[in-house]
């Protein structure tokens, strides 16, 4: 009986070279791009991720700028090779930080009289203008009973922003294409899917949210409009983040400032401010 053709044995792969390579395929890199951006030979890269060569610290930080990837994962990086963590993740209540909750107080603040938010990764409301207080006062049913202030569940819950957001569904579909996103980008976590779950099991969410559609707009900004016993405010709102940031915390922030679309929003926004 002739004897079976044996394969070749598969290199084993290291646990620093599992996730680079996960990191890879999510930025849909072959290993010569990698390397060729990187600056180093693909089989040098090659020998990384079987593990038949260590990467040094100063190559696991390199890659991991090369990737783009946030600062939470180059942490696990660098454990998978073998390093301490380089990132410190702050609380951002910790005496450290003070001068940063000055800084998001001052541009909140600035913001005023329309609404302004920061917002955690998870998109929990971590400070707020009085601009925020008024619009949720006005336009929520019962916004306490919903937990810690959280943004997407503001616009999602029955009880939230919802049954006075005109344009609803454009408005959360954006949002859901969003979390959608971050999963795909690296951004998110399990806390992201639980709240996508979350927010996808609210009754009267279309089916046709559970998959992430690429060819939704991913515009930098979102129009919103709000309608209650005759009030009508209409905004359009911009993320921004902070620039080169070095802690964990800091480049998860984001801060979302409402703008008036019209001058009539402006002219009820004063108003409101002054009541």
Do not use: K
Not at 103 to 112: G, K, M, P, T, V
Not at 138 to 151: I, S
Not at 163 to 182: G, K, M, S
Not at 192 to 201: I, P
């Amino acid at each position: 009986m002739p004897a079976m053709p044996t394969m070749p044995p598969q290199e084993p792969i290291s646990a620093f070279g599992r996730v680079l390579r996960h990191w890879r395929a999510r930025r849909r890199l072959s290993q010569l791009d990698l390397a060729t951006e990187a600056g180093i030979s693909s089989r040098h890269l090659s020998f990384i991720e079987t593990g038949r060569a260590e990467p040094s610290r100063e190559m696991v930080v390199l890659l991991g700028s090369v990737l783009d990837v946030p600062l939470r994962d180059r942490n696990d990086l660098l454990v998978a090779a073998g390093y301490a963590p380089m990132y410190r993740e702050t609380d951002l209540q910790a005496p450290g930080m003070a001068q940063v909750r000055r800084a998001l107080d001052f541009i909140l603040r600035q913001q005023e009289p329309y609404p302004a938010i920061a917002l955690d990764r998870h998109w929990g409301v971590v400070q707020a203008n009085q601009a925020t207080v008024r619009l949720v006062e006005r336009f929520t049913l019962a916004a306490g009973e919903l937990g810690p202030p959280n943004a997407m569940r503001l616009i999602f819950h029955p009880h939230g922003f919802r049954p006075f957001i005109v344009n609803w569904e454009a408005t959360a579909a954006a949002l859901v294409q969003w979390l959608h996103r971050d999963l795909l980008s690296g951004l998110g976590d399990d806390g992201t899917r639980q709240l996508l779950d979350e927010l996808l099991g609210y009754p009267g969410v279309p089916r046709g949210w559970r998959s992430v559609d690429l060819g939704v707009s991913s515009a930098p900004f979102l129009a919103i409009e709000f309608s209650r016993d005759g009030v009508g405010l209409r905004f359009f709102s911009m993320l921004t983040t902070l620039g080169t940031p070095t802690d964990v915390t800091l480049q998860e922030l984001r801060v979302e400032s409402f703008y008036p679309a019209d001058e009539a929003t402006e002219e009820t926004a004063r108003r409101l401010a002054a009541e």
